[in-house]
């Protein structure tokens, strides 16, 4: 192994930039994205929900297919600049989608291809620049965790500038806005896209000066000490077939259950496509057992993401709906709230790799499975303290905002435990060949959350309010407050009408709506879900659901962190 210097490489900081730029354009568009399918396309909050789990699902699928072509064709290099190209192109779609709302089939059109050329470009984009962060140090190398987590405040500082900027200029309050954030996005995608062409010749180089990224993985030389050198993977017809017949049964199996198209094909392909990689006949015992490592640490993650991922839509309900957002006298937008834990992972980021380094000198620095145990422990904490906070309330009363920043805040330094490691780890574990190929299939567990997310919001507390409470207040000031009155439902002999479908855009002044607000609540009820027989029918309730399946996922992941640490081999 080269000696191991202290500083790390200015390549580190191209793709620091690059990706921080990449992932504003990323959150920026996030941030706006439910608000602008319910206040613009006038999609009520559950379908709305679906709409977005399905996009972030999808999101984070197809960097499967973008690190097989790295690993098999293109190289990193290639399929990060078509994967910035693609995404350039899909927020300006989502520019145009908010551009003509008002025609909604058009936009609604518009943003169906908007979200198709961000799904397929973020499947080139987003595992290739992960796996050239390791490539920047030698084999061994103790800075590629610290390298990880420097890298993940580069993702972090966009999504901390994203929700601000792109929510300042979309969410005021006015449909019309929206675009405005859309384009925002997209300049922050063409930033990205400039800055790579730029620098990548200079800087993206090995320690040896060789440059990253030009050729497919599949072609780089490599031997590990640990295990032979690595032969060419071997897929026989047969393997191909059976695991193309089982995703097939798979995808049956999941819609039989329930599911929608894009969510068997998300849950079957996550089931389907590992295993298709793990029954390569020219992995040795080592690559095997390491890869099993990726996997099993993959599928706990998918309980934190689901988890953490309400962000972008039961989250952002609360902080719309049942959050005072009063600030120095102003109302500050719902998705500015996005932006805290960005900037207390770019805060805290340097605390956790001094605390890793101190406890690393000591030879008391957990594994990489203890690491991420201990991060969905704190998720649980998280929405714990939440769930506390709302129990009780009312569907009107609006809590302060401390408790919802105390959530984004623990969950930051559960993220900060788990997700640059998880990273770190892939990238550490992961066969050369498969290098891209096994950071898509992690980034896929995320897909299945990310999808997962988007179903448990939509059990997010329903209010309904009384179709006459409505009316008696349309007539009182004369305003239309429920353009939806022909989805109201009979409940109890009583017509209901969910809040999500009242709008207040033509109150003018707070006190009218206040005055509005008060009244429209008498007589109003939750509506009543399931979840696998957990019923849902608070605030309190639905948080607590988190609490329970994080909780349970960290103890397990702990219990079976020793046998795993086992298979890693001697990587930490």
């Given at each position: 192994m080269s000696e191991v210097k202290q500083s790390h490489p200015k390549g580190l900081y191209v793709l620091f930039v690059t990706e921080m730029w990449e992932r504003f354009s990323y959150y920026g568009m996030r941030a706006i994205f439910v608000l602008?399918?319910?206040?613009?396309?006038?999609?009520?909050?559950a379908f709305g929900s679906e709409i977005y789990g399905s996009y972030t699902g999808l999101v984070y699928l197809t960097p499967l297919i973008g690190g097989y072509m790295a690993d098999r064709y293109w190289g990193n290099r290639k399929s990060i600049i078509i994967g910035g190209i693609m995404m350039a192109i899909g927020q300006f779609f989502m520019f145009m989608s908010g551009s003509f709302f008002q025609n909604i089939d058009l936009a609604r059109v518009l943003m169906l291809v908007g979200l198709t050329s961000l799904i397929i470009g973020n499947g080139f984009f987003k595992p290739n620049i992960s796996t050239m962060v390791g490539q920047l140090y030698p084999k061994g190398d103790k800075?590629?965790?610290?390298?990880?987590?420097?890298?993940?405040?580069?993702?972090?500082?966009?999504?901390?500038?994203?929700?601000?900027?792109?929510?300042?200029?979309?969410?005021?309050?006015?449909?019309?806005?929206?675009?405005?954030?859309?384009l925002a996005a997209c300049s922050g995608m063409i930033l990205s896209l400039i800055l790579f062409l730029t620098l990548k010749d200079k800087y993206i180089v090995t320690p040896d000066g060789q440059p990253i990224g030009k050729i497919a993985n599949s072609k780089r030389e490599h031997t590990d000490v640990?295990?032979?050198?690595?032969?060419?993977?071997?897929?026989?017809?047969?393997?191909?077939?059976?695991?193309?017949?089982?995703?097939?049964?798979?995808?049956?199996?999941?819609?039989?259950?329930?599911?929608?198209?894009?969510?068997?094909?998300?849950?079957?392909?996550?089931?389907a496509a590992p295993g298709f990689i793990i029954s390569d006949k020219s992995l040795t015992k080592v690559e095997r057992e390491r890869i099993w490592v990726i996997y099993i640490a993959a599928f706990f993650v998918i309980f934190f993401w689901?988890?953490?991922?309400?962000?972008g839509a039961a989250l952002t309900f609360f902080?719309?709906?049942?959050?005072?957002?009063?600030?120095?006298?102003?109302?500050?937008?719902?998705?500015?709230?996005?932006?805290?834990?960005?900037?207390?992972?770019?805060?805290?980021?340097?605390?956790?790799?001094?605390?890793?380094?101190?406890?690393?000198?000591?030879?008391?620095?957990?594994?990489?499975?203890?690491?991420?145990?201990?991060?969905?422990?704190?998720?649980?904490?998280?929405?714990?303290?939440?769930?506390?906070?709302?129990?009780?309330?009312?569907?009107?009363?609006?809590?302060?905002?401390?408790?919802?920043?105390?959530?984004?805040?623990?969950?930051?330094?559960?993220?900060?435990?788990?997700s640059p490691i998880g990273l770190s780890m892939v990238n550490k574990l992961a066969p050369v060949k498969f290098a891209s190929l096994l950071m898509g299939v992690w980034f896929l567990s995320t897909a299945s959350a990310n999808k997962f997310a988007g179903t448990l919001s939509s059990f997010y507390p329903e209010t309904m309010i009384t179709?006459?409470?409505?009316?008696?207040?349309?007539?009182?000031?004369?305003?239309?407050?429920?353009?939806?009155?022909?989805?109201?439902?009979?409940?109890?002999?009583?017509?209901?009408?969910?809040?999500?479908?009242?709008?207040?855009?033509?109150?003018?002044?707070?006190?009218?709506?206040?005055?509005?607000v008060s009244n429209i609540f008498k007589g109003s009820m939750i509506k009543e879900k399931s979840f696998a027989g957990y019923t849902i029918n608070s605030l309190y309730s639905f948080f607590m659901l988190f609490v329970v399946m994080a909780g349970i996922?960290?103890?397990?992941?702990?219990?079976?962190?020793?046998?795993l640490v086992q298979m890693m081999n001697g990587v930490r």
């Amino acid at each position: 192994m080269s000696e191991v210097k202290q500083s790390h490489p200015k390549g580190l900081y191209v793709l620091f930039v690059t990706e921080m730029w990449e992932r504003f354009s990323y959150y920026g568009m996030r941030a706006i994205f439910v608000l602008f399918l319910t206040k613009a396309l006038l999609y009520d909050k559950a379908f709305g929900s679906e709409i977005y789990g399905s996009y972030t699902g999808l999101v984070y699928l197809t960097p499967l297919i973008g690190g097989y072509m790295a690993d098999r064709y293109w190289g990193n290099r290639k399929s990060i600049i078509i994967g910035g190209i693609m995404m350039a192109i899909g927020q300006f779609f989502m520019f145009m989608s908010g551009s003509f709302f008002q025609n909604i089939d058009l936009a609604r059109v518009l943003m169906l291809v908007g979200l198709t050329s961000l799904i397929i470009g973020n499947g080139f984009f987003k595992p290739n620049i992960s796996t050239m962060v390791g490539q920047l140090y030698p084999k061994g190398d103790k800075r590629i965790d610290s390298a990880f987590t420097i890298f993940y405040m580069g993702i972090n500082l966009g999504a901390f500038i994203a929700p601000l900027l792109c929510g300042f200029l979309g969410d005021t309050g006015n449909p019309a806005d929206f675009k405005w954030g859309f384009l925002a996005a997209c300049s922050g995608m063409i930033l990205s896209l400039i800055l790579f062409l730029t620098l990548k010749d200079k800087y993206i180089v090995t320690p040896d000066g060789q440059p990253i990224g030009k050729i497919a993985n599949s072609k780089r030389e490599h031997t590990d000490v640990n295990s032979a050198p690595e032969a060419k993977s071997e897929f026989s017809s047969t393997q191909i077939i059976t695991w193309l017949c089982i995703e097939v049964g798979l995808f049956s199996l999941f819609f039989a259950l329930g599911q929608g198209i894009i969510g068997c094909f998300i849950f079957s392909l996550s089931i389907a496509a590992p295993g298709f990689i793990i029954s390569d006949k020219s992995l040795t015992k080592v690559e095997r057992e390491r890869i099993w490592v990726i996997y099993i640490a993959a599928f706990f993650v998918i309980f934190f993401w689901a988890a953490f991922e309400q962000a972008g839509a039961a989250l952002t309900f609360f902080a719309e709906e049942q959050t005072n957002r009063n600030l120095f006298g102003k109302e500050i937008p719902a998705s500015y709230f996005q932006s805290i834990n960005a900037v207390a992972i770019v805060i805290f980021a340097s605390v956790f790799v001094a605390l890793w380094g101190f406890l690393g000198k000591r030879g008391m620095e957990p594994a990489s499975p203890y690491k991420q145990s201990i991060g969905l422990f704190l998720l649980a904490i998280g929405y714990l303290v939440i769930a506390f906070g709302v129990k009780g309330i009312a569907p009107e009363t609006k809590v302060g905002m401390i408790w919802l920043v105390s959530l984004y805040l623990i969950h930051t330094f559960g993220e900060l435990c788990l997700s640059p490691i998880g990273l770190s780890m892939v990238n550490k574990l992961a066969p050369v060949k498969f290098a891209s190929l096994l950071m898509g299939v992690w980034f896929l567990s995320t897909a299945s959350a990310n999808k997962f997310a988007g179903t448990l919001s939509s059990f997010y507390p329903e209010t309904m309010i009384t179709v006459a409470a409505v009316e008696a207040e349309q007539t009182a000031h004369a305003v239309t407050l429920c353009p939806k009155l022909d989805k109201a439902e009979e409940i109890n002999g009583t017509k209901y009408v969910s809040i999500d479908l009242v709008s207040f855009a033509e109150v003018k002044t707070k006190e009218e709506k206040a005055s509005i607000v008060s009244n429209i609540f008498k007589g109003s009820m939750i509506k009543e879900k399931s979840f696998a027989g957990y019923t849902i029918n608070s605030l309190y309730s639905f948080f607590m659901l988190f609490v329970v399946m994080a909780g349970i996922a960290s103890v397990i992941l702990f219990i079976l962190s020793k046998k795993l640490v086992q298979m890693m081999n001697g990587v930490r």
